[in-house]
């Protein structure tokens, strides 16, 4: 183990004159991905199943009109009429955005200014959303999460801020592991600003191990999902 750290080192001290570092070596070849053999049912049933034992709220699936009034119906019971959502061209529901509007919530523009007053006046505005409406790139139905990116019309905010956060995801977009979807994706880095896979609600533990909900983000997550994609 000395020998080899040694040498590490010795490699770098010789290459920081050039300011250049030798490029990484792959010792193995790269693995190839094998497909796990899961028919959607079984997709759907494992993704429910997982996030459900992280407490979170799988519904569907479901068609576009019937996921529409669910994601209606889930921002009442969230309460309050001011929201945090994605654009409506960036949502997965074609007129999702515009019934949202005609239910009586009023999206807040996520987009916070740089000087200091108009920041806080912002994050004060911001903090009155009870939700956040996204879409999601896929989910994982090993560990029930969901794979978000963010955008100029995907405002990371929306997922991140809003007490409860309400996910619609096509069916067609569940992957069985990450490995397979990163193997589907390989532009992924393209995709936006920010990626992130959300599993289940912000929870955190104190040192007893007693979890808390919310401290971190979303105490609550919905997701919602389309039987096909509009």
Same mark, same amino acid.
């Given at each position: ?8 080192? %010795? ?10 570092? !030798? ?10 991905? &094998? !497909? ?23 519904? @569907? ?25 994605? =654009? %409506? &061209?960036?949502?997965?529901? =074609? ?8 239910? @009586? ?9 740089? %000087? ?12 009155? &959303? ?8 896929? @989910?994982?139905? %090993?560990?029930?999460? +969901?794979?978000?990116?963010? @955008? !100029? ?13 309400? &996910? ?38 104190? +040192? ?23």
């Amino acid at each position: 183990m000395t020998a080899d750290r040694d040498s590490i080192l %010795d490699i770098v001290r010789r290459s920081l004159p050039s300011a250049r570092l !030798p490029g990484a070596r792959a010792a193995l070849p790269p693995r190839a991905i &094998a !497909p796990t053999p899961l028919d959607t049912a079984a997709l759907v049933g494992s993704f429910t199943r997982e996030l459900a034992a992280l407490r979170g709220n799988t519904h @569907g699936p479901q068609t576009a009109g019937q996921a529409t009034e669910t994601v209606i119906g889930l921002l009442r019971e969230a309460g309050g009429d001011e929201i945090l959502a994605w =654009a %409506d &061209a960036a949502l997965p529901i =074609a007129g999702l955005g515009e019934a949202i509007r005609r239910a @009586g919530f009023k999206t807040l523009d996520a987009v916070v200014p740089a %000087d200091a007053e108009g920041w806080r006046e912002k994050q004060t505005q911001l903090s009155r &959303a009870s939700a956040g409406v996204t879409g999601a790139l896929a @989910g994982l139905a %090993d560990t029930g999460s +969901i794979v978000v990116a963010s @955008g !100029p019309s995907r405002p990371r905010l929306a997922s991140l801020l809003p007490p409860t956060h309400i &996910a619609v995801l096509p069916v067609a977009d569940l992957y069985p592991t990450l490995p397979e979807f990163f193997a589907a994706r390989p532009g992924l880095a393209r995709a936006g600003s920010n990626v992130v896979i959300i599993t289940g609600p912000s929870r955190t533990a104190d +040192i007893e191990l007693t979890p808390v909900y919310g401290v971190h983000g979303p105490k609550v997550l919905h997701v919602v999902l389309l039987s096909r994609r509009p």
